[in-house]
């Protein structure tokens, strides 16, 4: 599942600059020609996409376009019914065809899922528990890692989002800015090799979602692998390597941010930027 690291690739002899390395490995993520329906409506209609490691992909779109749809399929929250999804290289098993179609190998979604971290647009934080222990939950239970090891890293990445003094706090003493940087902190306590954020900042008023903001653009500075739905095209033009621009379940236009939104090339997403800008 995992490619050679560039230290191993190095240890070969050959000479490897890290572009090399970085084209040497295989995408995080790769979809190819993904079809998902609920019943009769199609919402996806052969979407490809590829995310790079280290890159941050931004998907755009009106509403029902499908890119939460999207996100959902990479993650195995929602099952398509046709087409490639790969993690680092390996292929999603499935068995059965069209809406029968489901994972073969349970194992192998687990493992997925455990290296996709989602954060969700309504935080989805744990009430009965403290943001400490929300943070902590799921490398305890799912990973089974030592709470020695989880506990300073949970504590040293709310610090990252700047809510550290709330550790101890419960979600509901928490405002939304800071719930959704404690499900940040939650995503990555996990160490995935790549966020998946859906809509992460439109469930927040414009101050707080500055808040938000400001942790997804540090994270885009780390230079990990990201996914982003978003509505806030100021946001995918400052942090996206990648933006795609979906539309009616298609592909309508992608490229750099530079292109998409400096110069689009299809009216449909002229008219879709020209309404974005005006809200």
Known sequence: MTSASPSALADTGSPLTAAAVQTAAPPVIEVRELHKAYGPLEVLKGVTLTAPRGHVVSLIGSSGSGKSTLLRCLNLLEFSQQGEIMFEGEAVRWRGTGHARQPADRAQVTRFRTNLSMVFQQFNLWAHMTVLQNVM???????????????????????????????????????????????????????????????????????????????????????????????????????????????????EEEGPPAQLFGAPRTDRLRQFLSASMAH
């Open 137 to 251: 939950e799921a490398p305890l239970t799912v990973l089974r890692q030592p709470r020695a090891e989880v506990e300073p890293r949970a504590r040293a990445l709310l610090d990252k989002v700047g809510i550290g003094d709330k550790a101890e706090a419960w979600p509901a003493q928490l405002s939304g800015g800071q719930q959704q940087r404690a499900a940040i902190a939650r995503a990555l306590c996990m160490q995935p090799r790549a966020l998946l954020f859906d809509e992460p900042t439109s469930a927040l008023d414009p101050e707080l979602q500055q808040e938000v903001v400001k942790v997804i653009k540090d994270l885009a500075g780390e230079h990990r692998t990201m996914v982003l739905v978003t509505h806030d095209m100021r946001l995918a033009a400052d942090v996206s390597d990648h933006v795609v621009f979906l539309h009616k379940g298609r592909i």
